[in-house]
């Protein structure tokens, strides 16, 4: 609304309209399917030696080897750091971020470099140090 007031061209009706919609009845129902509506995705591991779906349901999603600190642990790989990558989400897009890992962390082949958002999405690959997966969308 204060954008709208600081233009010069709003009209009343604009201003009417931008109020309604927020308090309107239906507003909260609207505004609730919107933030419901989130994609949710699953890493599922390749040619591992223990099977391993990682399930994204955080804003901030850290994978690693140390269990105490990640929300997504690998135990069967000491190639993979402490806390050596994350899953982020922002505005329903998903990004992969290396945590300075010494093995790195891969998308399609290759490497990403450590702390810089990289988008991901369907039928992505992602290597962990030694441990690949695949990005499915829910």
């Known amino acids: 609304i204060s954008k709208l007031l ?5 009209t009343l009706e604009d201003i009417y ?6 308090y309107s009845p239906d507003s909260n129902k609207t505004e609730r399917s919107r933030t419901n509506k989130r994609n949710r995705i699953v890493l599922t591991s390749i040619n591992t030696p223990n099977s391993l779906q990682l399930t994204i349901d955080k804003d901030d999603y850290v994978i690693g ?6 929300d ?13 990558c994350k899953i982020s989400i922002e505005n329903n897009v998903y ?9 790195g962390t891969y998308l399609n082949g290759r490497r990403i470099p450590a702390n810089q958002p990289i988008k991901i999405g369907e039928s992505d690959r ?13």
């Open 6 to 10: 600081l233009d010069d061209s709003t």
């Open 95 to 103: 990004y992969l971020i290396d945590l300075q890992s010494s093995n």
């Open 65 to 70: 080897r140390k269990e105490s600190a990640v």
């Open 126 to 138: 992602i290597k962990i140090a030694n441990v690949e997966f695949l990005v499915e969308l829910l």
């Open 17 to 22: 309209t931008s109020i309604y919609s927020i």
């Open 72 to 84: 997504g642990y690998i135990g069967f790989s000491k190639m993979v750091g402490r806390k050596h």
